[in-house]
């Protein structure tokens, strides 16, 4: 099962636009290679809603995916990502303003990247049917 490693996350912002920077590694098994396995990578940001005083769910900051592609591993060894986003600040103001709007709410941004497997819809088919045995026998001779 492929793996996600050294997760981070860096957001810099100036003049109204933000730019979010997430670096992270990726590894396949030995399987994952093996099998040819692919993957549909997502990278996207997310506003962390759990702490004291959120409301408990998390939810994807709007235009925040930063990458959405489907991969397939051709060795084990890490492959290193390192994708950026721009957006205007706003969309990172995922707390709205409290009871006073002169007064800021912290807003909580993190980063989630999610390898999920693809799996390969089995395909089959049906023949026609050969009737054999009956009163008639619709079975051909065995061609020369």
């Known amino acids: 099962?492929?793996?996600?490693?050294?997760?981070?996350?860096?957001?810099f912002e100036q003049?109204?636009?933000?730019?979010?920077?997430?670096?992270?590694?990726?590894?396949?098994?030995q399987q994952d290679v093996l099998l040819?396995?692919?993957?549909r990578?997502?990278?996207?940001?997310?506003?962390?809603d759990t702490g004291a005083g959120e409301d408990g769910v998390s939810e994807p900051i709007p235009d925040g995916i930063i990458v959405s592609t489907v991969m397939t591993f051709t060795?084990?060894?890490?492959?290193?990502?390192?994708q950026r986003i721009p957006l205007p600040s706003k969309a990172?103001?995922?707390?709205?303003?409290?009871?006073?709007?002169a007064i800021p709410v912290e807003d909580e941004i993190l980063a989630q990247v999610t390898l999920t497997p693809i799996t390969v819809p089995q395909v089959?088919?049906?023949s026609n049917v050969v009737r054999r045995g009956g009163p008639?026998?619709?079975v051909s001779a065995v061609p020369a």
């Not at 990578?41 to 962390?48: F, S």
């Open 92 to 101: 990172l103001d995922e707390d709205p303003s409290g009871p006073i709007a």
């Open 41 to 48: 990578e997502i990278a996207e940001l997310i506003g962390d």
């Open 15 to 29: 003049s109204g636009f933000a730019v979010a920077k997430v670096h992270y590694q990726i590894r396949g098994s």
């Open 75 to 82: 060795g084990t060894a890490p492959i290193t990502r390192d």
């Open 36 to 39: 040819k396995r692919r993957y």
């Open 124 to 126: 089959s088919a049906l």
């Open 136 to 138: 008639v026998n619709s």
């Open 1 to 11: 099962m492929a793996s996600i490693e050294n997760l981070h996350l860096e957001i």
